[in-house]
DNA sequence: CTTACATCCTGATTGC
DNA sequence: TGCAATCAGGATGTAA
């Protein structure tokens, strides 16, 4: 379930082998995602150069010489991964490898996902900050700008459950429901509290606990829970770390209560009924 | 404006 | 053992 940090994790390890090298074709195997990829997308893409790579909340972003750039959104089941092996030989696709890029140095990207939740759209030269996908959505999470005084602003006469507003993509962008339960648990915030009422010291440790958690996730290379792997077919190492996502009937690796689940706005939302008020 | 919920999709897991 | 039902949850669209 990529969020934020396996996307950073992706940027970089692309930074470092994908950066400089041109497309030289593109292959689509199931145009059919969350959207349809466009008709003139492999035209568009091929014969430029990657420029430089982004990342926006849980959009990868990839530059290319002539100006525009990909918009890659893995979904919930996509990965994007570099394989050194020729396009040519390639006839071998597995499962659900749904876009092939051919780079010239005889490597290739390749898009999979499973479940097709994920999105691929290239965005004309200029366009970015107002395509739609980006358009809406708030601060990063490990931005000055999203702090305590911004949390309450938002949180002020909001019903919501405190989780889903951190999961908002509009409110902050890049959590979803790993870190979400992670960062609340480090805050000792119960996930269904109206955030109306969290208190404002709450708030300030919501906000204080997100960068280290998602820190350390990136430093893990993001969290493999089931199926994530990273852009060189590793899983993420963050999962042992994790304190209350998927731990529903284990102790708390704080105080031994037992950990529990509850559905949170259709999800899955796990806590310490103990370390969390 | 805010909130609630259905929808897309496949694979892993659970239940009988 | 096999098969069907359930769950997983990213973003979005619609309805209230």
Do not use: W
């Not at 997308?41 to 750039?69: C, H, M, P, Q, T």
């Not at 996509?78 to 005889?106: C, N, P, Q, V, W």
């Not at 959590?175 to 992670?182: D, K, Q, V």
């Amino acid at each position: 379930m990529p969020e934020l940090p396996e996307v950073e994790s992706l940027r970089r390890i692309l930074a470092r082998t994908a950066v400089g090298r041109t497309i030289e074709r593109v292959r689509i195997a199931e145009p059919r995602l969350r959207r349809k990829v466009a008709h003139g997308f492999a035209a568009g893409v091929e014969g430029r150069r990657i420029l430089r790579l982004g990342r926006r909340a849980k959009y990868l972003i990839i530059e290319l010489s002539d100006g525009a750039a990909m918009l890659v959104h893995l979904g919930m089941s996509g990965s994007l991964t570099h394989r050194g092996i020729d396009f040519d030989a390639a006839e071998f696709a597995a499962r659900h490898d749904h876009l092939e890029f051919a780079l010239d140095d005889r490597t290739r990207l390749v898009y999979n996902d499973p479940r097709r939740f994920g999105l691929i759209r290239l965005v004309p030269r200029g366009e970015l900050p107002s395509t739609p996908e980006l358009a809406g959505l708030g601060p990063e999470p490990l931005s000055a700008a999203f702090n305590a005084e911004y949390l309450a602003r938002i949180a002020r006469g909001r019903r919501a459950a405190i989780k889903n507003l951190i999961m908002d993509q509009r409110v902050v962008a890049g959590i979803g429901n790993i870190y979400a339960s992670e960062i609340l648990f480090r805050a000792g915030v119960r996930p269904t509290r109206r955030a109306a009422r969290v208190a404002r010291k709450e708030l300030e440790r919501i906000v204080a606990a997100s960068a280290p958690i998602l820190r350390a996730a990136i430093s893990s290379r993001g969290t493999t829970f089931r199926s994530y792997r990273d852009a060189e077919g590793q899983p993420g190492r963050f999962a042992p770390r994790l304190m209350a996502y998927g731990r529903e009937g284990k102790p708390c690796r704080v105080c031994g209560s037992l950990i529990r689940n509850v559905v949170v706005g259709q999800r899955a939302s796990f806590f310490c009924p103990r370390c969390q008020r």
